[in-house]
């Protein structure tokens, strides 16, 4: 084949699982099409669904495949080349041979599942369907089902979903072995960034040293890589500053490895030698609040609880710094952290670098009986729900120093009992810190994935002594 499959056996049994799990009706799912970049045939790099890749392992855009949940029928939709388009791609496994590898006796060509939907719910059945994310499967999905492209997320079917998130969340051994080669390649992406650092460079050029790394694994980047001495604009993907001496870089950056598991790692360093003594300071109030986050990993808690903690603490070593005052358990409930930390400590991993967004946050983040909270900072906290054995999340606290933010609460005095703002005005230029790692959870507790990433203060500064 010319993409890695897992033996077998482990996708018949993860289809027999979800089967039983399912019980009845037809389980429906797609995998991705080619997707134009400027103009048809100049496409972006192929990308198969997860869910799809995670039961079918079938890399190759145009397939579709069902599940019979009552007969346990399984089938493979998709069409053989042509020999036009042998002529362009070569010659290339049948959908047919393909689909024996992952154990599946069955195929037939693409056009065919229209009607084998239709003749589905035609006798009454229910056809299970996820939550489509790219408008081209949204229009399949309105066509097969009969209805409007707006009521297709009306069809989504709420037993697969948590059928799915339920078998997705409990990573395998061999998926765990995958995950840290994934995480040890975006290792070497920062100690390439760290490494290469010199003040006066533009951010893309260092950018361009840390994608270098995947793509020499046969890798490829998990996410669009954030490289920016703006660290406080949490989604900066601008890379055209100049890095100067008293700045510091934050990177946050990970690969996909050859079988589409993501890393996903955080690292913030001086541009020059040296942090400054201010930015030290803070950098140690981000690190305790991340080593005690990561003390609590265990299943039985919940990351929700782990997240209000890990705040906690941050605001005791911003409290020693004076940008913080009160009592800072008082302060979190209060939510005086968000002026600090706006986001959530961590997230899911697996195949997406956030796994399983595309299922619904609630589903895969939350349960029935923890819902979501909406309020500033908490309603970006991805992950809350009690942890379990064999779940892969990350962890990644901040401080991220928001001019707007400061002067916003500051005119209102909002919550001044509990923050300093004639102090963290000074800060206003501070800029932001993120420290990230990546977890599995264990029996007992915890398990770092991949190499170990130098994090701490004098390690960094070690690795910035050129
Ligand atoms: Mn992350």
Redesign the pocket.
């Known amino acids: 084949m010319h993409f890695k499959l897992f033996p077998k056996a482990t996708y018949r049994q993860r289809r027999e699982v979800l089967r039983q799990q399912i019980g009845s009706g037809l389980i429906l799912l797609m995998g991705n099409e080619e997707s134009s970049m400027n103009y048809k045939d100049n496409t972006y790099a192929f990308r198969q669904d997860s869910t799809f890749l995670y039961y079918f392992g079938l890399d190759v855009a145009g397939l579709v495949a069902v599940i019979d949940a009552d007969s346990g029928e399984e089938l493979i939709f998709g069409n053989e080349l042509t020999i036009d388009d042998i002529i362009w791609t070569g010659t290339l496994p049948t959908v047919r041979e393909m689909a024996a590898e992952v154990g599946v006796p069955n195929t037939k060509p693409y056009a065919n599942i229209d009607a084998y939907v239709k003749k589905t719910l035609d006798a009454g059945r229910t056809v299970h369907i996820l939550k489509p994310y790219r408008p081209e499967n949204r229009i399949k999905l309105a066509e097969w089902l009969a209805v409007p492209v707006n009521e297709v997320e009306y069809k989504v079917s709420l037993p697969l979903i948590k059928a799915v998130v339920a078998q997705r969340s409990h990573k395998e051994a061999a998926e765990v072995a995958e995950i840290e080669k994934a995480v040890s390649i975006s290792v070497d992406m920062h100690l390439a960034a760290i490494q290469h650092t010199r003040p006066g460079m533009k951010e893309y050029e260092v950018a361009a040293k840390v994608e270098e790394v995947a793509l020499a694994h046969n890798g490829r980047l998990a996410y669009p890589t954030i490289l920016t001495v703006h660290g406080e604009v949490l989604h900066n993907h601008y890379h055209g500053n100049t890095i100067e001496e008293g700045h510091m870089v934050l990177v ?1 950056a990970g690969a996909e490895n050859d079988m589409h598991y993501a890393g ?1 790692l ?1 690292r913030t360093f001086p541009a020059g030698r040296k942090f400054t003594s201010r930015q030290a300071e803070v950098y140690n109030a981000v690190l305790a609040s991340m080593d005690h986050a990561i003390s609590l990993l265990r299943p039985g808690i919940t990351y929700m609880e782990i997240h209000r903690q890990a705040n906690v603490k941050l605001l005791e070593g911003l409290k020693a710094i004076g940008l913080v005052k009160g009592d800072p358990e008082e302060a979190v409930a209060a939510g005086a952290h968000t002026m600090f930390f706006q986001c959530g400590l ?2 899911m ?1 697996g195949m997406d ?2 796994d399983m967004e595309d299922l619904g946050e609630q589903y895969l983040g939350y349960t029935d009986t923890l819902v979501k909270r909406t309020d500033f900072g908490w309603k970006s906290l991805r992950l809350g729900r009690e942890l379990q054995e064999g779940f892969v999340l ?1 962890v ?1 606290p901040g401080v991220y120093i928001i001019p707007e933010l400061i002067d916003r609460w500051a005119a209102e005095k909002k919550l001044d009992a509990f923050i300093n703002y004639e102090l963290l005005d000074k800060y206003r230029d501070f800029g932001g810190i993120r420290i ?1 790692d990546n977890f599995l959870i264990t029996a007992n507790g915890h398990q770092l994935l991949g190499k170990y990433l130098p994090k701490t203060l004098k390690e960094i500064e070690e690795l910035r002594n050129y």
Do not use: F
Request: hydrophobic fraction near 20%.
């Open positions: 946050d996903d955080t961590g997230h991993m670098v956030h990350t990644e990230e």
